[in-house]
Antibody, heavy 121, light 112 residues
Framework: EVQLLESGGGLVQPGGSLRLSCAAS????????MSWVRQAPGKGLEWVST????????YYADSVKGHFAISRDNSKNTLYLQMNSLRAEDTAVYYC??????????????WGQGTLVTVSS | QSALTQPASVSGSPGQSITISCTGT?????????VSWYQQHPGKAPKLMLY???NRPSGVSNRFSGSKSGNTASLTISGLQAEDEADYYCSSYTTSNTPHVVFGGGTKLTVL
């Protein structure tokens, strides 16, 4: 069974940093692109970032470019999101999701249960 | 990076059919068949319902179907059931500015 388990969320002050992790199991991790998608409280889904299976290609939403960094450790089947210079508008549930299709930027299936990041003083 | 346009809400009675539209541009929906649809129940993670416009993943009911015309993709749910009540989001690959993914604002489906 494919499983994605996020961790690392919590309360952080504006300007602070946080690193999210997503532990994957049940599939050959290195053969799939992986993504982060977030959802602010009461709002819709927002794509954040995607990384190729080998980790050599990354894409970012304009809203996080320059202050978030996606990475992966294929030896540990784990995806990461390093979030720096956090702002109130980064408050959201962060989901990791496995990529689908032959493209790096394909569909998302399945999704983890999400981890909540709250940026507040 | 502009979002795709979806109606805020739609509703229907059990057994009826409803359609949710998703309007993009000629940088995304209009030129690529990489539209996907997600269902999200309150407090739950999204679930993939359709990919590449009209393909259903294993396990998704054939009551869910998709299509595309020009810059607008559509999700149709036939034989509405109470369990279909949820938020639905469309998504597309886009090359507007740089390659990325864009979501619609979401549509709340109410089963009357």
């Amino acid at each position: 069974e494919v499983q994605l388990l996020e961790s690392g969320g919590g309360l952080v002050q504006p300007g602070g940093s946080l690193r999210l992790s997503c532990a994957a199991s049940g599939f050959t991790f290195v053969t799939f692109s992986m993504s982060w998608v977030r959802q602010a409280p009461g709002k819709g889904l927002e794509w954040v970032s995607t990384i190729s299976g080998g980790g050599d290609t990354t894409y970012y939403a304009d809203s996080v470019k320059g202050h978030f960094a996606i990475s992966r450790d294929n030896s540990k089947n784990t995806l990461y999101l390093q979030m720096n210079s956090l702002r109130a508008e980064d408050t959201a549930v962060y989901y990791c999701a496995r990529g689908g299709g032959t493209m790096i930027l394909g569909w998302f299936d399945p999704w983890g249960q999400g981890t909540l990041v709250t940026v507040s003083s | 990076q502009s979002a795709l346009t979806q109606p805020a809400s739609v509703s229907g009675s059990p057994g009826q059919s409803i359609t949710i539209s998703c309007t993009g541009t000629n940088s995304d929906v209009g030129v690529y068949n990489y539209v996907s649809w997600y269902q999200q129940h309150p407090g739950k993670a999204p679930k993939l319902m359709l990919y590449d416009v009209s393909n259903r993943p294993s396990g998704v009911s054939n009551r869910f179907s998709g299509s595309k015309s020009g810059n607008t993709a559509s999700l149709t749910i036939s034989g509405l059931q109470a369990e279909d009540e949820a938020d639905y989001y469309c998504s597309s690959y886009t090359t507007s500015n740089t390659p990325h993914v864009v979501f619609g604002g979401g549509t709340k489906l109410t089963v009357l």
